[in-house]
């Protein structure tokens, strides 16, 4: 199982990226999939949170500019991330919570989210 991040780049202030998380290998089921992300010298945060069902949950500091979503048919997640700020700047991880033998939470390799003018 592998999980696969892309979409992220160099934006302007203001700006937008949509980032995506696609699932890979012999995936029987996904039950909650996440976005984290790492500045430099800060520890990883989460940033927002899906169920299988749909629900979704923000930290403080992205509600209301970025949107989780995710196609269960094509195991993949998204992140739209609009009214980009400098604070954002981040490399991005995607954490899944998939069966295999039993329920087992993997990582996706990272994509590089920068905001500057």
């Known amino acids: 199982v592998q999980l696969q991040a892309s979409g992220g780049g160099l934006v302007q202030p203001g700006g937008s990226l949509r980032l995506s998380c696609a699932a890979a290998g012999s995936i029987p089921s996904i039950n909650d999939m996440a976005w984290y992300r790492q500045a430099p010298g800060l520890q990883r945060e989460l940033v927002a949170r899906i169920t299988r069902s749909g629900s979704t949950t923000y930290r403080d500091s992205v509600e209301g500019r970025f949107t989780i979503s995710r196609d269960n048919a094509k195991n993949t997640m998204y992140l739209q991330m609009d009214s980009l700020k400098p604070d954002d700047t981040a490399i991005y991880f995607c954490?899944?919570?998939?069966?295999?033998?039993?329920?087992?939470?993997?990582w996706g390799q990272g994509t590089q989210v920068t905001v500057s003018s």
């Open positions: 954490n899944a919570q998939i069966y295999t033998i039993g329920w087992n939470y993997f």
